[in-house]
């Protein structure tokens, strides 16, 4: 009988490490969808619905016989009355919230319209958004536009349009088929590259087999990346594309490669992550630094053009698309400041508005009989003869003909509201916020405060809008906010409590056998910038990434702060109660990363738990 060896010992060890592991990331991901079990079925109810309603079709039928219609005539009509009934009760669709579907709207427009405009797409059943601006096209006319950077569905669209060519369908048509290939090809492929690399770097940089499987069963089932797996998003893809830079810098800086590709590859997908994630530029900002210092021929021949290319197409398709180079994000707020009107133009407005109700009601009256007189002076009323008066004694010229003055309350900057109007053509459009007693005249450039549907709906960020969620109103308290983000029901480390090991991770990179201190100093600088970042913005920016499954904001640093765990995992691994609080870290992590089963656009397990309690 042959007695086991210590070889023997340490690969059964090893075996039951990885047993424990996957019994810890099933139980935690079977944890999740118990907490979210509800007997919600949409396929069941638009059945329902749907042959509810079908059963009028003979109803329907008798009605179009008693008006003699009758053989192939009868049939068309009672295949439209079908289709009418299948589209209003049609609930399913593949994109899932206001946010992707945005995109997917963009994407829509490029290759079905050939135009960034998305008026066409919005009012077709189940493409609905909030996330769109409204401003004058090149000719005057205003447009809707989505409000997402302009370069990643771009890209998209390419895939797209090649699918479009292939099969003749639009995803209008076969949301579901094309809309889940695309998912596939554009998040799940991208995803499992960034794995695969990852895997490379943590057999590289690691020195435990226990370590280096818990990293990669954290990579692969314990990030916030899982859930956004399900839509379009930037998110995710910064991730891969922050994966990709960071194993090329990794080659440079630490293997002393001087290829010409890993420049190109650093350069080429560090600029594309910040043109998608735009806080990203900080890690942008300091790789391209420490390139440029450590080897400053190739990064000038190789890292510097590629990032170029990139921002030469985020501008381009940007100025395509709004006019401007700057986002559409950028655009929420008062322009130059023009000067004080020195009449009440409110007078005006209210007794011109008057005034032309009266005309056109008597000219209704009049059923169609001309009065030359009456439409001369609805005519004068409606180019506002005497607010371009008073908004030329400023040197304001409005040279388009009908004049447009909506009453909304407007921005003046990012934290002050004002009442006022927006006035103009098509040849220019101006803010007047009543300021005091003075009427102050602003070049007009809010986009996010809009009418659509020929003025019978309003846009959802209009401080008008009181069926805005409470969640999108921002969050008053900086100090409150910052703890919610970091230790409360949107926190990094309360829902994906893994990254304390990344914490002390950081350190031991900067001061332990591996001695990256450079890297170390990266993951750390740019994770707290990009957290001040957000931290200090405007109090209604303050939102945890709306209703999401965390602060999605900050997701993309999963493949750097993955990066820094490695030295933790290590060192835990060589005592049992510290494997044991690390499976409790990723037990928790991978319940946050897979309670929200269906979408990510819902809110984290902790936000229902301490609303269910009432503590928030």
């Given at each position: 009988m042959n007695l086991p060896t210590s070889e023997d010992h340490a690969r059964a060890q090893l075996r039951r490490g990885v047993y424990l592991l996957l019994i810890v990331v099933s139980t935690g991901a079977m944890t999740a969808r118990i907490m979210t079990v509800n007997e919600i079925d949409k396929l069941a109810r638009e059945s329902f619905r749907t042959k509810e309603a079908l059963k009028k079709k003979g109803q329907e039928q008798q009605k179009l016989e008693e008006k003699g219609i009758t053989g192939e005539e009868l049939e068309r009509e009672l295949t439209k009355f079908e289709d009418k009934v299948r589209k209003r009760y049609k609930e399913q669709r593949p994109f899932l919230s206001g946010n992707d579907r945005s995109r997917?709207?963009?994407?829509?427009?490029?290759?079905?319209?050939?135009?960034?405009?998305?008026?066409?797409?919005?009012?077709?059943?189940?493409?609905?958004?909030?996330?769109?601006?409204?401003?004058?096209?090149?000719?005057?006319?205003?447009?809707?536009y989505?409000?997402?950077?302009?370069?990643?569905?771009?890209?998209?669209?390419?895939?797209?349009?090649?699918?479009?060519?292939?099969?003749?369908?639009?995803?209008?048509?076969?949301?579901?088929?094309?809309?889940?290939?695309?998912?596939?090809?554009?998040?799940?492929?991208p995803l499992m590259i960034a794995l695969l690399l990852l895997a490379k770097i943590v057999e590289r940089y690691g020195t435990s087999d226990w370590g280096r499987m818990f990293v990669m069963a954290a990579a692969s089932f314990g990030t916030l990346l899982v859930p956004f797996s399900l839509a379009f998003n930037n998110h995710l893809i910064a991730a891969v594309c922050a994966t990709i830079m960071i194993h090329a810098v990794l080659r440079i800086w630490y293997d002393d490669q001087r290829g010409?590709?890993?420049?190109?590859?650093?350069?080429?997908?560090?600029?594309?992550?910040?043109?998608?994630?735009?806080?990203?530029?900080?890690?942008?900002?300091?790789?391209?630094?420490?390139?440029?210092?450590?080897?400053?021929?190739?990064?000038?021949l190789g890292f510097v053009p590629a990032a170029l290319l990139v921002v030469v197409a985020a501008l381009a398709t940007q100025y395509i698309a709004h006019g401007v180079f700057s986002p559409a994000y950028a655009h929420r707020k008062a322009g130059e400041h023009r000067g004080d009107l020195k009449v009440d133009i409110r007078e005006i407005l209210d007794r011109n508005a008057k005034q032309r109700a009266d005309l056109q009601k008597a000219i209704n009256r009049k059923r169609g009989e001309m009065d030359d007189e009456m439409i001369a002076q609805l005519k004068r009323l409606k180019e506002g003869t005497e607010i371009r008066e008073a908004l030329a004694e400023i040197d304001v010229e409005l040279a388009g003909s009908a004049l447009v003055a909506e009453k909304?309350?407007?921005?003046?900057?990012?934290?002050?509201?004002?009442?006022?109007?927006?006035?103009?053509?098509?040849?220019?459009?101006?803010?007047?916020?009543?300021?005091?007693?003075?009427?102050?005249?602003?070049?007009?450039?809010?986009?996010?405060?809009?009418?659509?549907?020929?003025?019978?709906?309003?846009?959802?960020?209009?401080?008008?809008?009181?069926?805005?969620?409470?969640?999108?109103?921002?969050?008053?308290?900086k100090a409150v906010y910052a703890l919610h983000c970091l230790v409360g029901h949107h926190g990094i480390f309360s829902l994906t409590p893994v990254w304390l090991l990344s914490?002390?991770?950081?350190?031991?990179?900067?001061?332990?056998?591996?001695?990256?201190?450079?890297?170390?100093?990266?993951?750390?600088?740019?994770?707290?910038?990009?957290?001040?970042?957000?931290?200090?913005?405007?109090?209604?920016?303050?939102n945890y990434g709306?209703?999401?499954?965390?602060?999605?904001?900050?997701?993309?640093?999963?493949?750097?702060?993955?990066?820094?765990?490695?030295?933790?995992?290590?060192?835990?691994?060589?005592?049992?109660?510290?494997?044991?609080?690390?499976?409790?870290?990723?037990?928790?992590?991978?319940?946050?990363?897979?309670?929200?089963?269906?979408?990510?656009?819902?809110?984290?397990?902790?936000?229902?738990?301490?609303?269910?309690?009432?503590?928030i």
């Open positions: 997917w709207c963009m994407v829509r427009a490029l290759v079905e319209h050939g135009t960034y405009e998305i008026d066409e797409i919005t009012v077709e059943r189940g493409w609905n958004t909030i996330d769109m601006v409204k401003h004058p096209n090149r000719d005057g006319e205003d447009r809707l989505s409000s997402k950077p302009t370069l990643l569905p771009t890209i998209v669209a390419g895939e797209y349009w090649v699918i479009h060519r292939l099969t003749g369908y639009t995803l209008g048509e076969k949301p579901f088929v094309i809309g889940r290939f695309m998912l596939v090809t554009i998040n799940v492929i010409l590709h890993w420049f190109v590859l650093a350069g080429l997908f560090g600029a594309l992550m910040a043109a998608i994630e735009l806080p990203a530029l900080s890690v942008l900002a300091m790789v391209a630094a420490g390139l440029l210092w450590k080897q400053t021929r190739p990064a000038l909304l309350v407007r921005r003046k900057t990012r934290s002050d509201l004002f009442e006022g109007w927006v006035i103009g053509d098509g040849a220019g459009r101006y803010s007047i916020f009543i300021e005091g007693d003075k009427l102050s005249v602003y070049e007009w450039n809010d986009w996010y405060e809009y009418t659509f549907n020929k003025g019978t709906k309003r846009s959802y960020w209009s401080e008008e809008n009181k069926n805005r969620a409470a969640i999108d109103r921002g969050e008053k308290s914490v002390v991770g950081v350190v031991l990179l900067a001061r332990g056998r591996l001695s990256m201190w450079e890297l170390a100093l990266l993951i750390a600088v740019t994770t707290l910038v990009v957290f001040a970042f957000y931290m200090f913005r405007p109090a209604e920016d303050r709306g209703t999401s499954s965390g602060l999605r904001w900050m997701i993309w640093f999963t493949p750097l702060w993955l990066i820094a765990m490695i030295p933790a995992a290590d060192v835990a691994s060589r005592w049992r109660p510290s494997r044991g609080i690390c499976y409790l870290l990723l037990t928790l992590s991978v319940l946050s990363a897979h309670y929200p089963s269906w979408k990510p656009w819902q809110h984290p397990w902790l936000w229902n738990l301490m609303q269910y309690v009432e503590w």
